[in-house]
Each structure stands twice: as structure tokens, then as C-alpha cells.
């Protein structure tokens, strides 16, 4: 079976710019997160949707940082305008919901903003 | 709130030599423990896991024991390999609906084994 799919592994872009990130989950994982791993911080969960539906958005750190789930097999996050302060490791995971406490991560998407 | 410690790394040991990690936690209620791995360009993936006190986790030669009394979880390997260089991250989860199962991660050690 396909893991979580991320995509793209890298970007590059200048400060100013829109970056969209995207995600497929694991078919059948009604939970799906996205996180963001820097240096000084670690890793912080931003936003997590239950059925497509954003539960908790609390960890998104401004305005300029929006995440969508459209369907059950799609989710972007979307940063505009970037600043180099965004340039980040941004992970993608999902679970089944279950009392596994399990999440699968993709491989991430390492975003630069110069 | 919830929220993990783990100790800081690098941590750089020979072939075979014992590993531990350090790991507390601060939680209200039961949480659920985990450790996850990170090995070079790859997302995390679930190392081991404990959900009540007492419970030991172990995989791969890996073991960790649920702490309730001193609210740790430190990871521990016999003999590690240098296919174990990798980054550990120490996580807790609340083990409830409401927060979707997220899990609060440590800041992570890198571990660097040499031959």
C-alpha cells in the first residue's frame, strides 16, 4: 500500500511568493495532520482535520498560513506571502482514528524561502 | 498542557555500545507514549509505543518502559549498529478523540553510531 505522498520534496522560492504544499493520505485515515520541523523548534503540529473538517488550528502562526482538505484523499497548505522565517521542514501524517495513537508521516516537503 | 523532554543531543557512540535516551513527560490524565525515528531525508516513523503504566515497548532491539511514577519513558538498545544513526523523537498523546490522537513531540536527539 502507498504511504502518505507529499509533494514537492523541495522548493526553493523567493520571499513574497505564494508555496503550496500538498498531501495524499493513507486511503481509509479519517485524521490527517500537518507539521513543521525546524532546527530551533522541533516538530510543531499546525493544523489537523477529522473527516475533512479542521478541528484544531491553533498552531498555524499567522494569517498567512491556510490548509484545505477538499476531499478525503487531498490536502494542501498554502503559505502567502512566504517570508524566509517559513523555510521548514513541513510534514504531512495521517491515522485511522483509532486508540493506536500511530500517525504515518510522509517524507516531507523542505521549503527554502530566500 | 501536555508537553515532552528529551535530552539533548548529539549523542555519538561506538559499535555495540548501550544506548539510552532520556524522556519525561508532563500530562494530565493517561497519555499514551511513543517513540519515533527519523533516519536521513525520511519522515518519522513509530519506533515503539506504551499506552498504561508499566507497559514496555520494544521493537528492533529497542526498549522503553512506561514510568507513571517518575513520568518517563527513556529509550534504551543493548548493542546498537550503526545502521541505528538516526534521530529519536520522545512523543506523547492523550490518547483521546478530541485532539485527533496528535501527538506532542520532543525536540528529538540525533544519534550518530560509529564503527
Known amino acids: 500500500d502507498a504511504g502518505v505522498i507529499q509533494s514537492p520534496r523541495h522548493e526553493v522560492t523567493e520571499m513574497g511568493q505564494e508555496v503550496t504544499l500538498r498531501c495524499k493520505p493513507i486511503s481509509g485515515h479519517d485524521y490527517l495532520f500537518w507539521y513543521r520541523q525546524t532546527m530551533m523548534r522541533g516538530l510543531e503540529l499546525l493544523i489537523y482535520f477529522n473527516n475533512n473538517v479542521p478541528i484544531d488550528d491553533s498552531g498555524m502562526p499567522e494569517d498567512r498560513f491556510s490548509a484545505k482538505m477538499p476531499n478525503a484523499s487531498f490536502s494542501t497548505l498554502k503559505i502567502q506571502p512566504s517570508e524566509p522565517r517559513d523555510s521548514a521542514v513541513y510534514f504531512c501524517?495521517?491515522?485511522?482514528?483509532?486508540?493506536?495513537?500511530?500517525?504515518?508521516f510522509g517524507e516531507g516537503s523542505r521549503l527554502t524561502v530566500l | 498542557g501536555n508537553s515532552v523532554t528529551q535530552m539533548e543531543g548529539p549523542v555519538t557512540l561506538s559499535e555495540e555500545a548501550f544506548l539510552t535516551i532520556n524522556c519525561t513527560y508532563t500530562a494530565t490524565g493517561y497519555p499514551s507514549l511513543f517513540w519515533y525515528v527519523q533516519y536521513p531525508g525520511e519522515g518519522l516513523q513509530l519506533l515503539l509505543k506504551?499506552?498504561?503504566?508499566?507497559d514496555k515497548g520494544s521493537n528492533k532491539g529497542f526498549e522503553a518502559t512506561y514510568r507513571k511514577e517518575t513520568t518517563s519513558f527513556h529509550l534504551e538498545k543493548g548493542s546498537v549498529q550503526v545502521s541505528d544513526s538516526a534521530v529519536y523523537f520522545c512523543a506523547l498523546s492523550d490518547g483521546s478523540s478530541n485532539s485527533g490522537y496528535a501527538l506532542n513531540f520532543g525536540k528529538g536527539t540525533s544519534l550518530l553510531v560509529t564503527p
Open positions: 501524517a495521517s491515522s485511522s482514528g483509532l486508540d493506536t495513537g500511530e500517525l504515518f
Open positions: 506504551a499506552t498504561k503504566a508499566d
